[in-house]
């Protein structure tokens, strides 16, 4: 219990008439990496945003880093969690500049931050866009940068708090070949990590899958079609089912690839 990170048990979201999600049972522990895998519209942000203490369920229970949802001080919580999405992007300032948008971060989790750790902070938003590959943009607004670019300093600001558990959804969204190449490795690179935090990656494609991660959660029309670990999981059957398509999947390596069955 104490390594489990995330929690549902017969979690339900409804809005008005709809269903969002519906009795979805799931756990991830510390040391796991999750990748969440699923049509448009499956539920898979919904599920994001319970695990991120953004939504509360309508029946069921969630436990988040120990926490219970809606008996436990969220704005305490989410400190803890790394986001990273495109909600996210769109809620930067244009005119932010690079290492403000990464060290801002540092500065909600605190509140109040002493002079003296200014330095250091900023020290850390430099090293962690050195990591990302993207150290010379620090001075640059957030605004002028190129989608690609935007990914990786959200990853940077992400992790700026250390957290305990991170959590993106669709990092790849929008990124040409080479920049999803890039992000996947480094993602693989946290992935593979021993001291990284417990990671949920969402995406609608396996060839986003970055080689590291060993669990996979797949969702179609808020429901659960099959999770565990990744092997186990990722099947072409369980992966037709979930698309509702007849899929053909091939591994090469550590990577995925699908494709409709002609
Ligand atoms: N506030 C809301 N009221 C009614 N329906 C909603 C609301 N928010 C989301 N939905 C619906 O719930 C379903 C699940 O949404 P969710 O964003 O979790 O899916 P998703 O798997 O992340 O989709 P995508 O891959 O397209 O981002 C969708 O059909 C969506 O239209």
């Known amino acids: 219990m104490d390594d489990l990170v995330i929690r549902m048990d017969g979690v339900s979201v409804r809005r008005a008439e709809s269903a969002l999600v519906t009795d979805v049972n799931w756990s991830v522990e510390l040391d796991e990496r999750w990748v969440v895998l699923g049509p448009n519209g499956a539920g898979k942000t919904t599920v994001l945003k319970l695990a991120g203490a953004e939504l509360y369920p309508t029946t069921g229970t969630v436990d988040v880093l120990g926490e219970r949802l809606g008996s436990t001080n969220v704005f305490e919580l989410r400190p803890r969690i790394g986001f990273c999405s495109a909600a996210m992007a769109a809620r930067m300032p244009e005119d932010e500049l690079v290492r403000d948008a990464v060290v801002s971060a540092g500065y909600a989790v605190v509140g109040r931050w002493r002079e003296e750790y200014e330095d250091m902070d900023t020290e850390r938003a430099e090293e962690l866009l050195e990591a990302m590959g993207v150290a010379e943009l620090s001075g640059r607004a957030f605004g002028t940068l190129s989608e690609g670019e935007r990914k990786r300093v959200l990853l940077a600001r992400a992790l700026m708090t250390d957290p305990e558990m991170l959590l993106l959804d669709e990092p790849a969204a929008g990124l ?58 990722l099947t072409e059957d369980n992966l037709s089912k979930t698309f509702d398509q007849d899929l053909e999947l091939r591994r090469n390596g550590d990577r995925y690839f699908a494709q409709r069955r002609r």
Do not use: N, Q, W, Y
Not at 179 to 203: F, I, N, W, Y
Not at 209 to 217: E, N, Q, R
């Open 176 to 233: 040409d070949l080479g920049g999803r190449e890039d992000l996947v490795a480094r993602l693989s690179k946290l992935a593979l990590d021993p001291d990284a935090p417990a990671m949920t990656l969402v995406t609608h494609h396996v060839e986003e899958i970055p080689p590291g991660f060993t669990h996979a959660l797949l969702l179609r029309e808020g429901g659960v079609v099959a999770k565990g670990l990744l092997d186990d999981v």
